[in-house]
């Protein structure tokens, strides 16, 4: 079995290749780091990028925890144990241009006692403007490096990310899906502990050279103030979907995690107007009639 | 007893009111007005403000519905009645001066079967910038109003909002409280049912008044976009109270409720900057210093 600081140490290449190659990409702003310790063990990198060429706003963070499982933790993990070790990557870029979609990723690994512990993750895309052909392009990346590990695991795993990533209040997906698990272990997915922490490796690698896809096809679109007006109601939506229905957020809010690690997902700027309808057949409009659950972007 | 019609009726004549004045005090917005129905039964008018010449966004609405209750709402309220009535009038306005505050007030009135019925509402200011004396003409202006109905009232109210309007993550307060109740009836108010609807009525027509006056105190300070950024900083956090911890806000959309009535409180524009620390010294850090719990701004 793999160690829990094989992990972290793994995990931590990733975000060092993962700042490095943003940077590479945004060409103008650099992350600024903050290195936290938590009270009750461990800590973190937190790093954040902002008014970038590419970015306008983003983060990179890298964490490992460890100490006391909160009991109510405990409960919900159904478990006795007091101690845990946790240990990820999380990622949201804000970029700058609104046919740029906001982009997710996280990866993580968590135990506690001898026998619970699991991987977990996923990416996904949240596009202020549908391109169904970068949602195409994107899943298919996804697809193979699911492909590689599990025959499976697309399939599984994307399901999961179309039934999680909805904005329920607003019958709308956040955007077109991707791929999310959790709970990963030898006994539901047939690998063994090293393959699942090289499926983990796989995701988090394939991050850089997806978004760089999907950056050089669409940062330098020209665009005007309408844009970027849909652009921040659509961030709108992605705050609401944040802070009412995500796990990874309600789960730091509520055990006083570091709100400003936790909340860098948070978009630069996030506009509400009251009953915004765009007009019918425009792009706006084409975009809200592809935010939907069910749709298979990779047939 | 009051019947709920009267109820219902009286509180639309509040609404009428308050957009009445909140028109001519803009000078330049109207309120547009959407009648909506409830598919479960009953319905409402929400107003929307926008672009106005003090009010940047807001909405004062109204709404009477009825139905059957929920289960999870059953289970939460501990009853066993299947059919509700709640009626209420809801208001958040968002000021397009900074100095001006983010002002919230509701009444309202449920009830299910014969011996489960309560009052509840409250008001609250949530300044971008707190003057401490706007803060204690607001709070006499609360406690005149509950000394009227009964002399423990502001003591008990101001509490409560002391302790419900509170930005856990944030270890700050929403703003500079109020007053906030719920479950009022005869047998713990020592109040008839007509006094307790009467209090209710005194709270609704009590925020012009005090609206006024504070904006008539702050709508024409000059201010520079330094300001403004900071305003759309503290609208963020506006927002993180309202979809995170705001009871109405969840009620409404794990219910289902008619959402962009539900989230009018949202600020048009709100910004969120990585771990933002304004200069010590400044105006706004003076303002963080005085977001905490326990300020007594009547004394």
Known sequence: ????????????????????????????????????????????????????????KGGVNF??????????????FNTQERNFFATGVSIVLHPRNPFMPIIHMNIRYFETGEDTRWFGGGIDLSPHYVFPEDARFFHTQLKAVCDMAHPDFYQRFSKRADEYFFIKHRHETRGVGGIFYDRLKPENTELSWEQLFDFS?????????????????????????????????????????????????????????RIESILMSLPPQANWQYNFQPPAGSAEAETLSLLKQGMDWVK
């Open 201 to 257: 490796l796989q995701v988090g690698r394939s991050f850089v050279p997806t978004y760089s896809e999907l950056a050089e096809r669409r940062r330098d679109s020209d665009f005007n103030e309408d844009n970027k007006q849909w652009q921040y109601l659509r961030r709108g939506r992605y705050t609401e979907f944040n802070l009412v229905y995500d796990d990874g957020t309600r789960f730091g809010l509520e055990t006083g995690g």
């Open 63 to 76: 964490s490992a925890v460890a100490g006391e499982l909160p009991e109510a933790v405990r409960k919900s």
């Open 1 to 56: 079995m793999i160690s829990k600081d094989n992990i972290a140490n793994e995990y931590q290449k990733i975000q060092d290749e993962i700042c490095s190659a943003l940077e590479a990409l945004d060409g103008q702003a650099t992350f600024e780091e903050e290195q936290w310790e938590r009270p009750g063990g461990g800590g973190g990198r937190t790093r954040i990028i902002q008014n970038g060429n590419l970015i306008e």
